[in-house]
């Protein structure tokens, strides 16, 4: 059970989490937790702050994570805990501060101590969700999550070295299990065989709980969060828009890919190898499962079923450049290659007279990917544009849906943005829009394609 940030901003969201625990402890869960609503993003402040050389504003936003901390994880903790949460809030706020010193010395935000910046937030979220659940009666045991999470050295992006992970995770994890115990640990963070702390990327703690659950042969992967589930498109651009019952693997590894921050996509590998079911779940609305199961609720990714073809969802994400790659004689299958291995930071867009179009949407990996491309083709970086994404595995397998997803995108006003290709992992439709024309688009697409009856689309 892997809560986000949002399911553990204040006490009130931890509070609802245990409860969530409680109604499932006969399903013997495994509890992965991220950072506390926006802390990760503040720490990264703090320490862009601390390599600006501005210490006395890094010191002032560090206080006011304590604060925020503090008061969350007082409201939660029982008395006999007490000393147990102020050491480890002194602990943890005394190592970030020196950290903080660090970074202030090297007058810079490097990579590695940016890692281990962001790490704090993970760290007392799953030291306080311990408390927590323990003051509700539960037996919760806090694992440190960088003594399990192996990881190449690849800082703000690492891998996980399975091998080493796996064998760690089961080594810690099962006995607690087998004895009714309650495992916690944050995502997002590991650390390398040498034990640097490490990140996984942003928005990771949806990849750890896949790596923890494929690792321990978990039942079912349950990514809790603040919407009901996947659904046909981000809820804050279009509040209609509706729950998505079931997704494969791939489809889920598309829309992830292409912009639905509900889910990581590194969390589909580990779990698509495995088969593992990934449920994706709303702490807001939880079902009580003394009366219908989860199983019912929310959206199954899993291997894939014969649901009848429709679009399953519209994904969209704003990229930082566009980058034209033109290979070198008969190198185009190297450049698709090259770009599927840079992936997901960089999308295919498709390929037109020996050039390749590919939307990169972090500017901190651009001299990385330059590198690797450069290799295989001449390359013209060119200014980001939006890029919409329509994603069904079906479009694939007949002409007939991805002919009508292609009306209902012209329909939508789409005739002047320029549809460019089919995806990699499965079938995409991807319009290359304008940062204006983007909640216009996506907003006539919905109706479009998702007007029909119980969230089934019309093509
Ligand atoms: P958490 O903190 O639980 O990891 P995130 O903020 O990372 O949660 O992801 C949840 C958010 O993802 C939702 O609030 C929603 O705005 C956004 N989102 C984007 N696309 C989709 C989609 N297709 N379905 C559901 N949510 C989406
Ligand atoms: N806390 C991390 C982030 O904000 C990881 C996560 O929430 O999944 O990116
Ligand atoms: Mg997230």
Redesign the pocket.
């Known amino acids: 059970m892997k ?5 553990v901003e204040a006490a009130p969201a931890i509070e609802r989490v245990v409860e969530i625990v409680r109604a499932r402890l006969a399903r013997r869960p495994v509890v992965v937790v ?1 950072a506390m609503g926006k802390t990760t993003r503040r720490l990264l402040e703090i320490g862009d702050a601390a390599a600006r050389g501005d210490l006395g504003q890094a010191h002032e936003m560090v206080d006011e994570l304590r604060e925020l901390h503090a008061r969350a994880a007082e409201a939660v903790t029982a008395e006999p805990d007490r000393a147990r949460l102020d050491a480890a809030l002194a602990g943890r706020f005394g190592e970030l501060r020196r950290t903080v010193s660090e970074i202030v010395a090297a007058r810079a935000l490097a990579p590695r101590l940016a890692d281990e910046v962001a790490a704090y937030g993970e760290l007392l979220a799953s030291e306080i969700l311990t408390l927590a659940l323990r003051r509700g009666g539960l037996d919760a045991a806090f694992l440190d999550c960088r003594t399990l999470i192996v990881t190449d050295d690849r800082f703000t992006r690492a891998e996980p070295l399975y091998e080493a992970t796996d064998e760690r995770l089961r080594a810690a994890v099962l006995p607690l299990v087998a004895e009714g115990r309650v495992p916690v640990l944050g995502g997002y963070v590991g650390a390398t065989p040498e034990g640097v702390t490490t990140t996984l990327g942003r ?1 990771g ?2 990849f750890t709980a896949a790596i923890v659950g494929a690792a321990l042969d978990a039942e079912e992967v349950q ?5 009901d ?8 651009l279009v509040p209609a ?1 509706r729950l998505i019952r079931t997704l494969s693997f791939a489809e889920a590894l598309e ?1 992830a890919s292409a ?4 889910l990581h996509p590194g969390t589909l590998g580990p779990a698509g190898r495995k088969g593992l079911p990934v449920r994706i779940l709303s702490s807001r609305r939880p079902v009580d499962p003394s009366r219908d199961s989860d199983n019912g609720a929310g959206t199954l990714i899993g291997r894939r079923g014969a649901a009848p073809p429709h679009v399953k ?1 519209i ?1 969209f994400r704003r990229n930082a450049y566009l980058l034209r790659a033109t290979a070198e004689d008969g190198a185009g299958a190297a450049v698709r290659e090259t770009a599927g291995r840079l992936g997901p930071a960089v999308l295919w867009l498709g390929e037109h007279e020996g050039a390749a179009l590919l939307a990169l949407d972090r500017a901190d990996r651009l001299p990385e990917v330059l590198d690797q491309l450069l290799q295989v083709a001449r390359v013209e970086v060119l200014a980001g544009r939006p890029v919409v994404s329509l994603v069904s595995e079906d479009l694939t397998d007949g002409g007939a849906l991805a002919a009508a997803t292609l009306d209902a995108a012209a329909a939508a006003g789409a005739a002047d943005a320029r549809l460019v290709a089919d995806g990699t992992a499965c079938a995409a439709v991807r319009i290359l829009a304008e940062e204006e024309d983007v909640a216009r688009l996506v907003t006539r697409l919905h109706q479009e394609l998702f007007d029909g009856p119980a969230g089934e689309a019309v093509p």
């Open positions: 809560f986000g940030g949002s399911s991220s928005e703690s949806d990514i809790w969060t603040d919407v589930g996947m659904l046909t498109t981000d809820p804050r828009a829309l912009g639905a921050k509900v969802s994904a």
